[in-house]
T-cell receptor, first 114, second 111 residues
Framework: NAGVTQTPKFQVLKTGQSMTLQCAQD?????MSWYRQDPGMGLRLIHY???????DQGEVPNGYNVSRSTTEDFPLRLLSAAPSQTSVYFC?????????????FGPGTRLLVL | GEDVEQSLFLSVREGDSSVINCTYT??????LYWYKQEPGAGLQLLTY?????DMKQDQRLTVLLNKKDKHLSLRIADTQTGDSAIYFC???????????FGTGTRLKVLA
């Protein structure tokens, strides 16, 4: 198993550009989520999905869209990038919503918006 | 409310014990977690504890939970240089799918 994979590892965007951060898992996990990590703020939940076709907003959803057309993939779209979206983005997955299930994290995507 | 707080930095000497503290505000959380993040990597689950437990031990790691004070701690015995990382505590928001993370504590182990 590759676990949770994210692409790209690094990206530089200009303000106003759009892009998609890719996330995939090969563990047949129901639950997938996107976080952003900023210095001194820990991880903040952007969007999450409890299964194919089902998504919901987290703590900081503005400026981001997601879709879950398959169990494996959960892309995060930035519609019009802003400097405030400069961050490290982590995708995570777990088998179910049960609290004791381990969340597996991807290696992260570092995004710089100029 | 949902807020998980940690001190930002901790420095210890190799071989000493490290204690990383965390306070949380949602007393109805059922599980509390400790994650480790090494430089340039994602988060790795170290351990978790049921909210009805006071203590959990796993090799060099000891988790203590004081539910009355909403205080969680992680003790690392015989701290090694490989333990240098950022440690996050997290709680699961019951009834939702949300995990709430603390700000992270950067542990530096001095040789």
């Amino acid at each position: 198993n590759a676990g949770v994979t994210q692409t790209p590892k690094f990206q530089v965007l200009k303000t106003g550009q759009s892009m998609t951060l890719q996330c995939a898992q090969d563990m047949n996990h129901e639950y997938m989520s996107w976080y952003r990590q900023d210095p001194g703020m820990g991880l903040r939940l952007i969007h999450y999905s409890v299964g194919a076709g089902i998504t919901d907003q987290g703590e900081v959803p503005n400026g981001y869209n997601v879709s879950r057309s398959t169990t494996e993939d959960f892309p995060l779209r930035l519609l019009s990038a802003a400097p405030s979206q400069t961050s490290v983005y982590f995708c995570a997955s777990s088998y179910s919503r049960q609290s004791q299930e381990t969340q597996y994290f991807g290696p992260g995507t570092r995004l710089l918006v100029l | 409310g949902e807020d998980v707080e940690q001190s930002l930095f901790l420095s210890v000497r190799e071989g000493d014990s490290s204690v990383i503290n965390c306070t949380y505000t949602d007393s109805s959380s059922t599980y509390l977690y400790w994650y480790k993040q090494e430089p340039g990597a994602g988060l790795q689950l170290l351990t978790y504890i049921f909210s009805n437990m006071d203590m959990k031990q796993d090799q060099r790691l000891t988790v203590l939970l004081n539910k009355k004070d909403k205080h969680l701690s992680l003790r690392i015995a015989d701290t090694q240089t490989g333990d240098s990382a950022i440690y996050f505590c997290a709680e699961n928001d019951p009834g939702t799918y949300k995990y709430i993370f603390g700000t992270g504590t950067r542990l530096k182990v001095l040789a």
